[in-house]
């Protein structure tokens, strides 16, 4: 067997290899790379056949990519690009289905890549990646359709400065012209036309393979404040950029001012049993209010498992929360907020009341959980714990203010939204 550390640095510089190489070296950590061949997909959009001969199709193109028209990719990015390209329709293996369509039976992937993303999230902390480019390949892997979706949609520059922000706009360029390339489809010319449309926009709008730099705009005019101030007047910029509520960063110094001096830090925990969400916020965050649901339970129901009480206990938890954010109080919302609609909840009462409004994002292989959930003295069922993982769907940079991803060791790996 290959060494997988040595087989990863070697995408780094001039790897270049196949598909049947990729499953064997990576297929014990990510298991579902052992089912692409058993993966069917529809004819007319997939004549090559299931995605284990697409994806191999895929990997081939973009070698052909990397070394003409975007040799330039190296380094990290290069490693990140191979590993998108290898894992990019992953979540096909549990989303596909038959469906009719006009009288005709089709096969489907109904948000195969958000999927795909979230399943990554806990298989790619087994290996030897930097953290950044970890978080490069998830964002690939769960973005790979929206460069043409913009495009499709007529899409206003604010939903271009989101995707830059949750990932590297060139690399998805790449990534979807050796997707197209890499398949044996009727209207393959018309979807790379519509990719180099997202690329001249994303040109156009400064975001070519790069977040929207409002820096350089803010700085003269926020050096002087505080740091917490900078933090709130730029994440602000960034949200209301990103939700086309303004169309210069600057705004944000006067959509801020009436807040900016008295408001509340709520921070929303992320992460399944186990992740170490406690052991974070008591040792980084302890004099903030704590907002638990496990508590809640205890109290309504005399057991912090139970389940009974559901609509009440989380009613009362917003009434809590409401209570704090009007009262300006920094505060914690502890629970596993796996779900994207659950989040968005908690993260929208923040912004009514002007608060700073942070995600804590905790990562961790799932063997790992499992250990840790264990050694907890209140650990919830396998069974339990396994349906968390299954339910995860992968937080986006702007369902909040600032990203904060956290480590299985509790170390902050990387930031966003933040100026200080």
Known sequence: MTNQAEWLDELRVNGTPGIDECVEVLGKDIEWLQVLDKTEQDPEWHAEGNVYIHTGMVLTELYKLLSN??????????????????????????????????????????????????????????????????????????????????????????????????????????????????????????????????????????????????????????????????????????????????????????????????????????????????????????????????????????DRESQKNRGQIIQHAKNLLREALRSKCDVIYDATNLRSDFRSIISQLGRDYHALVTLVIFLSPEKQLYSNNQKRDRCVANSVLQKQLSGYQFPLASEAHQCLFVDSDGRTRFRSGCFT
């Open 69 to 302: 028209e975007a040799q330039h990719i190296v380094d990290g990015k290069r490693q990140a690009l191979i590993l998108a390209a290898l894992l990019h329709d992953i979540g096909k293996t549990v989303c596909t289905s038959r469906f009719e369509l006009d009288g005709k039976e089709r096969i489907g992937s109904p948000r195969h890549a958000e999927h795909g993303r979230s399943y990554l999230a806990f298989q790619l902390t087994k290996l030897e990646l930097d953290y950044s480019i970890m978080l490069c390949v998830l964002n690939l892997v769960g973005e790979h359709h929206t460069p043409k979706r913009l495009v499709v949609r007529n899409a206003p520059k604010s939903d271009f400065y989101k995707l830059a922000r949750q990932a590297d706009t060139e690399l998805l360029y790449w990534l979807e012209v050796a997707d197209i390339r890499g398949r044996i489809c009727a209207d393959a010319t018309i979807q790379l036309q519509y990719l180099d449309e997202f690329r001249l926009f994303a040109e156009e709008y400064t975001v070519w393979g790069t977040p929207l730099d409002v820096r350089p705009e803010l700085t003269p005019s926020i050096t002087e404040l505080p740091a917490d101030t900078q933090d709130y007047i730029y994440a602000h910029a960034l949200h209301q950029l990103e939700s086309g509520k303004i169309n210069l960063a600057v705004e944000a110094i006067g959509t801020t001012y009436e807040h900016r001096q008295n408001y509340a830090n709520l921070v929303i925990l992320c992460g399944p049993s186990g992740s170490g969400k406690t052991s974070w916020h008591t040792k980084h965050l302890p004099d903030y209010k704590l907002i638990s649901l496990d508590d809640l339970r205890l109290q309504f129901n005399g």
